[in-house]
C-alpha cells in the first residue's frame, strides 16, 4: 500500500511538472508537440488525475477562446463570419447527409451514426455532448462517438499544419479550412495557432460562427428522433467571446491589458492541448471499433476535401 501512495505521489509531482513546463515555455512548446507530451505522460507515468481531465479541459479551453476575443476587432471579424458563412452551412448539411447515408452502409445505430456526423459537421466532442442529452443515447453511443471524434482531432492538429504548407495555402485560406474541416476548437486553433497569427484570427472566428449551429441542429435532431428539445443548451461562451471583441473594438485604451490576456489565453490553449493528449489512452481507441472508426474517417476525409476545393478553385 505505501508503495502506491507514493507512486500516486510521483505521479502528481511529474503531472504539475509538466504543466509548469508547458505553461513557462508557451513559445517553445508548440500545439502538436504539446498534444503528444500528454499523450506520452499519460501513456508513460499514467494520469493521477484522469476522472478530472475532460472538465478541466472544458473550462480552461472555453476561458481560453473567450481570451482570444480581446485581440480582436469587430469589422474585420464580421467580414471573415461572412465569408465562412455559406461554407459551413453546406459542410454541416453535407456532412450530416452523408452521416444517414454511412450508417445503413456500414450497419450502424441511427443515434450512434448521428452522433459522429454532427462531431463533424459541427464542433466535435461539444456538439456530442449537446446532442447526447436530446437524443437520449446510451452510455456506448456516447464513449464510442467521443473516441472517434478525439481520435481524429489528434491527427488533424498533426497533419493539417503540414498540408497547409505543403500546399502553400495563406494564412486565410489556411484559418478557414481548419475552422471548417477540423472538428473540436481545440484542435482547430492549436492548428491554425501552429501556422499563423493571421491563420488563428480567421479560425477562431469562423469555428465559433460554426459552434452556433449546435442550436437548430439539436432542434431539428429532436423532432427527427422524436425527443424531447427542452435539454438543448445554448454555448454561452460564444456570447462572452464577442463581448470580449466588442470591448477590444470599442476601448482601445485597454490595448495592453488586452494584449497580455491574449497571451495567457494563448497559453491556456497550449495546456489545453496537453490535457487533451493526456485524455487519449489505447483503451479507447479500441474500444471504438472500426465501423464508427471508418464513418468518422470517411467523413472527415470528404469534408476536408471538398472544403479544401471550394477555398482554392471557387
Given at each position: 500500500?505505501?508503495?502506491?501512495?507514493?507512486?500516486?505521489?510521483?505521479?502528481?509531482?511529474?503531472?504539475?511538472?509538466?504543466?509548469?513546463?508547458?505553461?513557462?515555455?508557451?513559445?517553445?512548446?508548440?500545439?502538436?508537440?504539446?498534444?503528444?507530451?500528454?499523450?506520452?505522460?499519460?501513456?508513460?507515468?499514467?494520469?493521477?488525475?484522469?476522472?478530472?481531465?475532460?472538465?478541466?479541459?472544458?473550462?480552461?479551453?472555453?476561458?481560453?477562446?473567450?481570451?482570444?476575443?480581446?485581440?480582436?476587432?469587430?469589422?474585420?471579424?464580421?467580414?471573415?463570419?461572412?465569408?465562412?458563412?455559406?461554407?459551413?452551412?453546406?459542410?454541416?448539411?453535407?456532412?450530416?447527409?452523408?452521416?444517414?447515408?454511412?450508417?445503413?452502409?456500414?450497419?450502424?445505430?441511427?443515434?450512434?451514426?448521428?452522433?459522429?456526423?454532427?462531431?463533424?459537421?459541427?464542433?466535435?466532442?461539444?456538439?456530442?455532448?449537446?446532442?447526447?442529452?436530446?437524443?437520449?443515447?446510451?452510455?456506448?453511443?456516447?464513449?464510442?462517438?467521443?473516441?472517434?471524434?478525439?481520435?481524429?482531432?489528434?491527427?488533424?492538429?498533426?497533419?493539417?499544419?503540414?498540408?497547409?504548407?505543403?500546399?502553400?495555402?495563406?494564412?486565410?485560406?489556411?484559418?478557414?479550412?481548419?475552422?471548417?474541416?477540423?472538428?473540436?476548437?481545440?484542435?482547430?486553433?492549436?492548428?491554425?495557432?501552429?501556422?499563423?497569427?493571421?491563420?488563428l484570427r480567421v479560425a477562431t472566428t469562423v469555428k465559433l460562427a460554426r459552434a452556433l449551429w449546435i442550436v437548430p441542429v439539436?432542434?431539428?435532431?429532436?423532432?427527427?428522433?422524436?425527443?424531447?428539445?427542452?435539454?438543448?443548451?445554448?454555448?454561452?461562451?460564444?456570447?462572452?467571446?464577442?463581448?470580449?471583441?466588442?470591448?477590444?473594438?470599442?476601448?482601445?485604451?485597454?490595448?495592453?491589458?488586452?494584449?497580455?490576456?491574449?497571451?495567457?489565453?494563448?497559453?491556456?490553449?497550449?495546456?489545453?492541448?496537453?490535457?487533451?493528449?493526456?485524455?487519449?489512452?489505447?483503451?479507447?481507441?479500441?474500444?471504438?471499433?472500426?465501423?464508427?472508426?471508418?464513418?468518422?474517417?470517411?467523413?472527415?476525409?470528404?469534408?476536408?476535401?471538398?472544403?479544401?476545393?471550394?477555398?482554392?478553385?471557387?
Open positions: 500500500m505505501q508503495q502506491s501512495n507514493t507512486g500516486t505521489a510521483t505521479q502528481k509531482k511529474a503531472a504539475f511538472l509538466a504543466l509548469l513546463l508547458v505553461c513557462v515555455l508557451p513559445n517553445l512548446v508548440t500545439p502538436p508537440l504539446a498534444l503528444a507530451m500528454g499523450f506520452a505522460f499519460a501513456h508513460f507515468l499514467g494520469h493521477p488525475f484522469r476522472h478530472l481531465n475532460h472538465k478541466a479541459t472544458n473550462w480552461l479551453l472555453k476561458a481560453s477562446v473567450v481570451g482570444l476575443g480581446f485581440g480582436m476587432n469587430l469589422q474585420s471579424t464580421m467580414e471573415t463570419g461572412k465569408e465562412g458563412f455559406w461554407l459551413t452551412i453546406a459542410s454541416v448539411t453535407i456532412t450530416l447527409t452523408l452521416g444517414i447515408l454511412g450508417a445503413r452502409l456500414l450497419r450502424l445505430t441511427p443515434k450512434l451514426s448521428h452522433l459522429i456526423a454532427s462531431g463533424t459537421a459541427i464542433c466535435g466532442g461539444s456538439a456530442i455532448a449537446a446532442l447526447a442529452p436530446v437524443l437520449q443515447v446510451n452510455e456506448k453511443e456516447m464513449s464510442v462517438s467521443l473516441g472517434t471524434v478525439f481520435l481524429l482531432n489528434a491527427v488533424a492538429l498533426l497533419v493539417f499544419p503540414f498540408i497547409g504548407h505543403a500546399l502553400d495555402l495563406t494564412q486565410h485560406q489556411f484559418g478557414v479550412w481548419s475552422a471548417i474541416a477540423i472538428h473540436d476548437t481545440s484542435s482547430v486553433v492549436g492548428a491554425a495557432s501552429a501556422f499563423g497569427e493571421e491563420a439539436a432542434f431539428l435532431s429532436s423532432l427527427a428522433f422524436g425527443t424531447s428539445g427542452r435539454n438543448i443548451r445554448f454555448p454561452w461562451f460564444i456570447g462572452l467571446f464577442a463581448g470580449a471583441m466588442l470591448l477590444n473594438s470599442f476601448f482601445p485604451a485597454a490595448g495592453l491589458l488586452n494584449h497580455h490576456i491574449v497571451s495567457l489565453s494563448k497559453a491556456g490553449l497550449t495546456v489545453t492541448l496537453f490535457l487533451v493528449g493526456a485524455g487519449l489512452s489505447a483503451e479507447s481507441v479500441k474500444a471504438v471499433g472500426w465501423r464508427p472508426l471508418v464513418l468518422g474517417i470517411s467523413l472527415w476525409v470528404t469534408i476536408s476535401v471538398l472544403s479544401l476545393g471550394v477555398i482554392l478553385y471557387v
